[in-house]
């Protein structure tokens, strides 16, 4: 079984750029595809970016596309999230996620077995 702890979040000014990253524990990170998912206040948590163990990506919605890039480093069992031009829309809370079949790059939360405690993103106007 993975653990998974993001860090990174924090309260950025719009326009800024933030990098978030979830560091795995427990199981080497090349055994799963990971991803990014978000939940604002009040709404659904939604899928934002994923990718399999050998860098396969899936397309990023298109809330988010052209402004944040999904990587993963498996040496360092760690994944990340760089966000630029950041939004208001964009605040809440990100969690990382593990799906071990990784070789599908989901896009619901379903197919993700193992989660983050999440890291808070605050973006002002």
């Known amino acids: 079984q993975v653990q998974l702890v993001e860090s990174g979040g924090g309260l950025v000014q719009a326009g800024g750029s933030l990098r978030l990253s979830c560091a795995a524990s427990g199981r080497a990170l090349s055994n799963y595809t990971m991803a990014w998912f978000r939940q604002a206040p009040g709404k659904e948590r939604e899928f934002v970016a994923a990718?399999?163990?050998?860098?396969?990506?899936?397309p990023y919605p298109d809330s988010v596309e052209d402004r944040f890039t999904i990587s993963r480093d498996n040496a360092k069992n760690t994944v990340y999230l760089q966000m630029n031009s950041l939004k208001p829309e964009d605040t809440g809370v990100y969690y990382c996620?593990?799906?071990?079949?990784?070789?599908?790059?989901?896009?619901?939360?379903?197919?993700?077995?193992?989660w983050g405690q999440g890291t808070q993103v605050t973006v002002s106007s």
């Open positions: 990718i399999s163990w050998n860098d396969g990506l899936t």
């Open positions: 996620a593990a799906d071990p079949n990784r070789v599908r790059v989901g896009v619901r939360r379903s197919e993700y077995d193992y």
